[in-house]
């Protein structure tokens, strides 16, 4: 049999693909991707058994649905699905995609249009940002005819709008997530930006280029494009993001001069293959890197107000208007916005077969027919050993978003991981809330094993400590394993004026708030450690709560924030390039990684002890014999050499530990912590 489900099939901006309603697809995410793979034909190059065109740009799929976000329309998934193998990503956008979810959005029923045209408000769900998208509906009926053009689509249609909100910074937390708008990987000087789309771009010229050379002929060089690989997996490493070889970003940027002032001439990587003609999201941050100074494609004119920029690509060119705030350091890009178009294909119903399932489509129904009731209550009541696990995907749910320490941990664990479950490990990067978001996401998950938890200090003692969340540490979660430690480290901007902590205390007692510190966010380790400290010290900082430890850690690089107690783990590289000066550790030893900085209680002052611990968990009522198993694999792996040197390089001690013992440590942590609440009278705003 094969299962059929909704289906409208669209060109949108220079791509093309199925577009869905959320609720047409499997709930669960396995079967989801499956019915994806399906669609598309993913499985061999030519995509001949689905509805791709063996190519990246038309093998992608938009999924579509009613926002959960405040003062947002619809939330839109784009998915990169593979060609000519099995695979769908989730992480990258599209923006061309993008300009095909408000007419779906609007003739699907899930905005009203207005007469005339309709903006829809978008809410990307891969990169957290928003989007007005503007779409021509005259009547209150979508319309796709018009005279607009863009270059690498035959014909004309109606115009369709796209202004990014905030892209910038949306997948690191940063604009120029190193600290630096320019940086030097391999002897080239490059810019590492995430604007819509994390991107490192290098200069045509110092690459041996012209810079208008054809897709097919930088992709015949090999040399080449092997160069550009290792430069990209540098970049994505000081990006924050970890190791980018199993990952599609940062995409690759060869530039050179435009045919004018306003223009600039780039060859956008996909990032193994040079792109046929440029994406929109690639587009925003080539544009991006142009309109500001101090990158390496930075344009003469750096004037403030509203500027149109033209991207020249293989196929033409895409005009990105920017509106740039401000002067030199200070300059930023408020909003990018351009004109796509789209057209609808074809609407009816998509048959998708049945062997790109792990499990029938009809479940498990045949089988319970055959079986006598007796017999199949005797397997219901069969000891949990019985169970078949895993048998799909492991996702391990990350509450930090990509490139900062925990995601580094985790990634670093699920890749030994997998293989001695016998199955692949995803990791799934939910930051927002200060971990509350992935932690209910993750205690509502079906307990069944296949959805593991990498928590730590903040999301199952310090957060749940400051405030009440929908989830309790403690009921709905159970303890997997410890993984390890790592100790809080105040670390400060090298150019503030100070020669150690205790001068920090006396010029803050002299001047309160002089300096401001910022921290992951409330309830957050880097927040209740300058808590701590300001308590103990008796004096007063200003915090800064950021959307996870890389942002902060960036800004604090910048000079935006002076002052952060981030965790040895995600503190140490930047300490050892320079970038930040290490003052003390807030624990009750020093690090043998840096054993010349003192703790704070040597400094003078006492009682801020923050040793950050990391562990996984599952949902509560996974079957003990699953919890047994991954508890298993866990200390296999954290007993593994090459696993206990790359943490302990990144100032990270690793100890396991059976299920009991961490859950007493968590209920212990948790204890501890309320404590503090009360004694400093913390709140969470």
């Known amino acids: 049999m094969q299962r059929m489900i909704p289906c409208v099939l669209m060109r949108a901006g220079t791509s093309r693909g199925p577009f869905f309603l959320r609720e047409w697809l499997p709930a669960d995410d396995t079967a989801r991707d499956e019915a994806l793979i399906g669609a598309i034909g993913a499985s061999d190059l030519l995509q001949v058994d689905g509805v791709g065109g063996g190519s990246t740009l038309t093998s992608k799929v938009a999924i579509v649905s009613r926002s959960s976000q405040p003062g947002c329309d619809v939330d839109y998934l784009f998915a990169q699905v593979g060609v000519g193998q099995k695979s769908v990503d989730t992480r990258p956008n599209c923006g061309n995609m993008l300009s095909g979810v408000a007419p779906f959005a609007i003739e699907q029923g899930l905005v009203p249009a207005h007469d005339g045209e309709t903006t829809v408000r978008v809410f990307n769900v891969n990169t957290r940002s928003r989007i007005d998208v503007t779409v021509q509906t005259p009547g209150r009926r979508v319309r796709y005819d018009g005279d607009t053009g863009i270059d690498g689509v035959a014909g004309t249609a109606a115009p369709i709008r796209l202004n990014f909100l905030d892209a910038w910074g949306a997948v690191t937390g940063s604009l120029f997530p190193t600290g630096h708008r320019i940086d030097t990987i391999d002897g080239i000087e490059v810019s590492c930006i995430d604007a819509a789309m994390p991107l490192v771009i290098l200069r045509a010229r110092d690459l041996g280029l012209s810079g208008r050379e054809s897709p097919a002929q930088l992709d015949a060089d090999t040399a080449l494009l092997a160069r550009i690989e290792a430069i990209r997996r540098a970049a994505g490493e000081a990006m924050g993001l970890g190791d980018v070889s199993g990952s599609v970003v940062p995409k690759p940027v060869i530039a050179s001069d435009g045919d004018g002032a306003d223009s600039i001439t780039s060859r956008y990587f996909t990032p193994r293959r040079c792109h046929a003609s440029h994406a929109v999201t690639g587009a925003i941050g080539v544009a991006t890197a142009f309109a500001l100074p101090g990158t390496v494609i930075s344009s003469g004119a750096r004037r403030p107000g509203v500027r149109s920029i033209a991207v020249l690509h293989p196929q033409g060119r895409i005009e990105v208007e920017v509106a740039v705030e401000g002067v030199g350091d200070e300059a930023r890009v408020q909003r990018a916005a351009l004109v796509r178009t789209a057209r609808k294909i074809l609407q009816g119903d998509l048959h998708l077969p049945p062997y790109v399932f792990s499990k029938d489509p009809e479940g498990d129904k045949p089988m319970k027919r055959l079986l006598a009731p007796a017999l199949?209550?005797?397997?219901?009541?069969?000891?949990?050993?019985?169970?078949?696990?895993?048998?799909?995907?492991?996702?391990?749910?990350?509450?930090?978003?990509?490139?900062?320490?925990?995601?580094?941990?985790?990634?670093?664990?699920?890749?030994?991981?997998?293989?001695?479950?016998?199955?692949?490990?995803?990791?799934?990067?939910?930051?927002?809330?200060?971990?509350?978001?992935?932690?209910?996401?993750?205690?509502?998950?079906?307990?069944?094993?296949?959805?593991?938890?990498?928590?730590?200090?903040?999301?199952?003692?310090?957060?749940?400590?400051?405030?009440?969340?929908?989830?309790?540490?403690?009921?709905?979660?159970?303890?997997?394993?410890?993984?390890?430690?790592?100790?809080?480290?105040?670390?400060?901007?090298?150019?503030?004026?100070?020669?150690?902590?205790?001068?920090?205390?006396?010029?803050?007692?002299?001047?309160?708030?002089?300096?401001?510190?910022?921290?992951?966010?409330?309830?957050?380790?880097?927040?209740?450690?300058?808590?701590?400290?300001?308590?103990?010290?008796?004096?007063?900082?200003?915090?800064?709560?950021?959307?996870?430890?890389?942002?902060?850690?960036?800004?604090?690089?910048?000079?935006?924030?002076?002052?952060?107690?981030?965790?040895?783990?995600?503190?140490?590289?930047?300490?050892?390039?320079?970038?930040?000066?290490?003052?003390?550790?807030?624990?009750?030893?020093?690090?043998?990684?840096?054993?010349?900085?003192?703790?704070?209680?040597?400094?003078?002052?006492?009682?801020?002890?923050?040793?950050?611990?990391?562990?996984?968990?599952?949902?509560?009522?996974?079957?003990?014999?699953?919890?047994?198993?991954?508890?298993?694999?866990?200390?296999?792996?954290?007993?593994?050499?090459?696993?206990?040197?790359?943490?302990?390089?990144?100032?990270?001690?690793?100890?396991?530990?059976?299920?009991?013992?961490?859950?007493?440590?968590?209920?212990?942590?948790?204890?501890?912590?309320?404590?503090?609440?009360?004694?400093?009278?913390?709140?969470?705003?």
């Not at 921290?519 to 400290?533: Q, V």
């Not at 593994?640 to 299920?659: C, F, M, N, W, Y």
């Open 376 to 685: 199949a209550a005797a397997l219901a009541t069969a000891a949990p050993m019985a169970l078949a696990y895993p048998d799909k995907p492991i996702t391990i749910v990350v509450p930090t978003a990509p490139g900062g320490g925990n995601d580094a941990m985790a990634r670093i664990i699920g890749q030994k991981l997998g293989p001695l479950l016998g199955q692949t490990v995803i990791v799934d990067n939910r930051a927002g809330a200060n971990g509350a978001i992935a932690s209910e996401f993750a205690a509502r998950a079906t307990p069944d094993g296949h959805t593991i938890m990498f928590g730590y200090i903040a999301t199952h003692a310090m957060n749940p400590a400051l405030q009440k969340l929908r989830y309790d540490p403690v009921a709905d979660f159970a303890p997997v394993g410890l993984v390890g430690y790592s100790p809080t480290l105040m670390v400060a901007n090298t150019s503030v004026q100070i020669k150690d902590v205790k001068d920090l205390v006396a010029q803050l007692k002299a001047k309160p708030d002089r300096y401001t510190y910022a921290s992951a966010g409330n309830g957050t380790a880097p927040h209740f450690a300058a808590e701590l400290f300001k308590l103990n010290a008796g004096v007063v900082m200003l915090g800064v709560p950021y959307k996870g430890s890389a942002p902060a850690i960036t800004d604090t690089i910048g000079g935006q924030t002076q002052f952060m107690f981030p965790s040895l783990y995600t503190a140490l590289p930047h300490v050892k390039a320079g970038k930040l000066r290490a003052l003390a550790v807030a624990g009750p030893q020093r690090s043998a990684l840096l054993p010349d900085v003192p703790t704070l209680k040597e400094a003078g002052v006492d009682g801020v002890d923050v040793r950050q611990w990391y562990g996984f968990f599952v949902p509560a009522r996974t079957p003990r014999p699953i919890v047994e198993q991954i508890n298993k694999a866990l200390n296999k792996v954290l007993a593994d050499k090459e696993v206990v040197k790359r943490l302990a390089e990144h100032g990270a001690d690793v100890q396991a530990s059976t299920p009991e013992e961490f859950g007493a440590l968590v209920k212990s942590e948790l204890a501890k912590w309320k404590s503090v609440v009360q004694r400093a009278r913390l709140t969470a705003d």
